[in-house]
């Protein structure tokens, strides 16, 4: 009984040992250097070089577009409105022929005054005659002294009558053409206020308004610490300037900083600036706001990056380098100022030097990399393969 046990259990006995066994085999083989996990891989990214070219010092403001000049057209004379010879929103030309007035009652006055002159001339000749004989008359004593310098003066009186109708034909031709409202100025036209066939009051009603816009005004407004700069600038050479448009990133109107208002707003610390630009495409419109950038000057040899490869910290700014050993290290630099996409390095940075554009918050200092090389065109045959054009 006792050995059909033992020999039930020997088997199981003999487990252990083996388990025990193939543990301190797998132990052995594990003995000596510990192995290290695999390098990372390279990380790909993109790069600029550093390099100096020309830098402009910027600053810029927003404002609004004034017209030149804006003339509110009235009528001098009263009268009724017949013609209109004009298309409201259009650009008319100084000199153009914007209303006609009812001549009719002009023109008869013209012709009323025209009468009273030739009666006023007929009784000056008269009163001439009479004194050349009584000046005859008066020296053989046969007419009295009284009766000549009456007809003396009766000359003088018939003389200044000749001089007053001139003056009332002159105003009545004036008069006569102001009946032709013609434009003063060159510019656009805007919406017409008194319509033909009405009753125009004379210097009353405006019955358009003109507004030259070539050249045009943008007024814009700068804070009051930008203004010893733009000062110290204005002075030197002409400041130019560039207009954009909001909602049309192509337009870049040219212009010059013309003047700078004489005080700053207390409530808002805000100085008016203005400028000129010729708006030869008519795209700047009085009352449109726009964004108005003036280079102070141009720094000639200024380091430049792209201001997307700079990590702001609260210790500063830093960009990653790449070295000759396609490695990455952390650098600080100190920046001057920044232009539109870019930013001109002061210090921290030597031109040549591959600063990291793309791949930024993958990387690590002391870190390889793998620089993306550019992609070149397809060519025909590459974009037929890939379904492009022809596919």
Known sequence: ????????LRPL??????????????????????????????????VVKAERKAAPLVISGVGHVDATRTVNVRSQVTGTLLKTNFTEGTQVKEGD????????????????????????????DQNARDYTRYSDLVKKE???????????????????????DEADIATARLNLGYTAIRSPVAGIAGLQKI?????????????????????????????????????????????????????????????????????????????????EFPNASLSLWPGQYVTVNVVLTVDQDALIIPSRAIIPRREGKFIFVVGAN????????????????????????????NVVVDGIVRLRPGGQVQIREPQAPAQPDQAKDKGGPGA
């Open 195 to 275: 319509k033909t066939g009405n009753l125009v009051n004379a210097n009353t009603e405006v019955l358009i308004s003109i507004a030259q816009i070539q050249p045009v005004i943008v007024k814009f407004s700068l804070p009051e610490r930008q203004l010893p700069l733009l000062r110290r600038y204005l002075g030197q050479e002409p400041l130019l300037a560039w207009a954009k448009v909001p909602g049309n990133p192509d337009f870049n109107e040219q212009g010059r900083v013309t003047a700078v208002d004489n005080n700053v707003d207390p409530l808002t610390g805000m100085v008016l600036v203005q400028a």
């Open 13 to 46: 006995s003999l487990a252990p040992l083996v388990i025990g066994c193939t543990l301190l085999l797998g132990l052995a083989g594990c003995d000596g250097k510990k192995q290290q996990a695999p390098p990372p891989p390279p990380v790909s990214v993109a």
């Open 142 to 164: 046969v007419v009295s002294r009284d009766d000549y310098e009456k007809t003396m003066t009766a000359k003088d009186q018939s003389n200044m009558q000749v001089r007053q």
């Open 326 to 353: 396609s490695t990455v290290d952390l650098r600080q630099i100190e920046t001057a100022r920044e232009m539109d996409t870019d930013t001109v390095v002061q210090s921290g940075l030597a031109p040549g030097e």
């Open 1 to 8: 009984m006792f050995r059909f046990i033992r020999a039930a």
């Open 97 to 124: 022929l914007l209303f006609g007035i009812d001549a009719a009652p002009f023109q008869a006055r013209l012709r009323q005054a025209e009468a009273a002159r030739g009666k006023s001339k007929a009784a000056l």
